[in-house]
């Protein structure tokens, strides 16, 4: 292992795809630091340290940021918008038939859907930008019940000051999107997925403090055990597949002979990556995103309403909150399996090329098949997606611990997944300059 990090670090190019890498890491790391303008900066701070794991409404966007959300820095969108946008157009694939044929269109198509999802993602920011300074100036950032300097996170209201913010903020969605492209073109592996990575694994040692503050080393030491058990369940599942085998028929094309030989679907358990995860979370953060708006004002009874929602669905250790979180995700994970792994047209590619499954006749019985094969297997994986999810559910109503518990939920899907993807690269590319790999 050492050797092969070793042979990494001797590679002339391998070294500097992950120099630079590092460097705009780095950049996006000191970017989520620096506040925008207008932002009181000793305020925020008191507020974060009173408020530690109350993140409320927001808590899924300042786990994607890396913290910077609730730091209002330059960097608080993170990728997010970006995220957003992506699944935007992707589902945008099924009820826009020109999305559709521009994505069978190949590389050109393709980077014209790229070119929208960067116009969306800007939009997006803008949006989400106007809506985080919107409830950092009513003073709800950090929930209803923080101090009184929560309330007075921003130094100047006028108009001018709201719309630099807003830029700023919007800019730096634009250069964190352009961080990741440039990581893909130029470093090592997928450049959204990384930043999304560094985010995350940014928060793992104060999440691990915090437990080990609040609850002692011995459940710290515990909570480090049960995390690894669930990583390396996670890369089992993760890894895990269905390999439907398919034969070609030998078929003539002029003088040569195409086909004849044996292959295989592979159908992943976990299909859907952490994707309905988000979907499960967005969702169940709408209603009290509502209820937050309709507070009633001083001295004044609110809504029932407002009252059910904040006690049963703003609080991830209540039953009924877990309950629909699980069932929203199991749902949301057949949906997201649906659209994008189509039966009709894999079984219509492999009956053009003069492919099949042996047993199974060519066309419509193979895309039932596939699609009996797929029903079966998404069912686990999207049982494991919803147990995962609530470990840190779990974790919060059992120890206490900061719903951003380090071992479950969103964070530990991409830790794990970006983390086997990007080792893949580069085994690969230590396997194209020597005989042996970073693997063996």
Request: hydrophobic share 50%; glycine share 10%; net charge positive.
């Amino acid at each position: 292992m050492f050797s092969a990090i070793a042979r990494i670090f001797r590679t002339p190019d391998l070294r500097k795809k992950i120099g630079f890498t590092l460097g705009i890491v780095a950049l996006f790391r000191l970017g989520s630091f620096i506040p925008a303008p207008f932002v009181d900066f000793g305020n925020v701070q008191a507020c974060l340290a009173a408020n530690q794991g109350t993140s409320g409404l927001y808590e899924l966007v300042n786990l994607f940021s890396g913290g910077a959300l609730l730091q209002l820095s330059v960097f608080a969108l993170g990728i997010m918008p970006y995220i957003t946008a992506s699944i935007i157009v992707q589902l945008l694939r099924v009820v826009i038939p020109h999305f559709e044929t521009l994505y069978k269109e190949g590389a050109a198509g393709q980077s014209k859907l790229t070119q929208y999802t960067r116009y969306l993602t800007i939009a997006l920011g803008i949006l989400q930008s106007t809506t985080l300074i919107t409830v950092a100036r009513s003073g709800a950032l950090f929930g209803t019940s923080a101090s009184s300097e929560c309330s007075q996170l921003i130094t100047n209201d006028a108009w001018y000051a709201i719309m630099l913010m807003v830029i700023t903020m919007t800019a730096g969605t634009g250069v964190i999107m352009w961080m990741g492209e440039m990581i893909t073109e130029r470093g090592i592996g997928n450049g959204m997925s990384l930043l999304i990575f560094t985010s995350i694994a940014a928060r793992f040692p104060n999440s691990l403090f915090s437990i080990g503050q609040q609850n002692g080393i011995d459940i710290l030491l515990i909570v480090l055990a049960i995390g690894l058990v669930v990583v390396a369940a996670v890369v089992f599942v993760e890894q895990s597949q269905r390999r439907i085998p398919v034969q070609y028929a030998k078929r003539m094309v002029g003088r040569r002979t195409y086909g004849g030989n044996n292959t295989y679907i592979p159908i992943k358990v976990n299909m859907a990556g952490v994707v309905p995860v988000i979907f499960a979370s967005s969702l169940l953060y709408l209603p009290a995103l509502i209820a937050q708006f309709n507070q009633p004002a001083a001295g004044t009874e609110p809504l029932a309403w407002v009252t059910w929602i904040t006690n049963n669905l703003t609080k991830g250790d209540h039953p009924l909150y877990m309950a629909m979180y699980f069932l929203l995700i199991v749902g949301f994970t057949y949906f997201y399996v649906a659209i994008t792994f189509n039966p009709e047209e894999v079984a219509d590619n492999m009956k053009k090329y003069g492919g099949f499954i042996p047993g199974i006749r060519a066309g419509r019985p193979t895309a039932e098949y596939l699609d009996y094969v797929l029903t079966r297997v998404t069912l686990p994986g999207a049982l494991y997606l919803g147990l995962i999810a609530l470990l840190p559910l779990i974790a919060f109503s059992a120890i206490g611990a900061d719903q951003n518990f380090p071992f479950g939920g969103a964070s530990i899907l991409i830790i794990v997944g970006v983390g086997l993807e990007t080792v893949k690269q580069i085994d690969s590319q230590l396997q194209q300059r020597h005989y042996e790999g970073l693997l063996r």
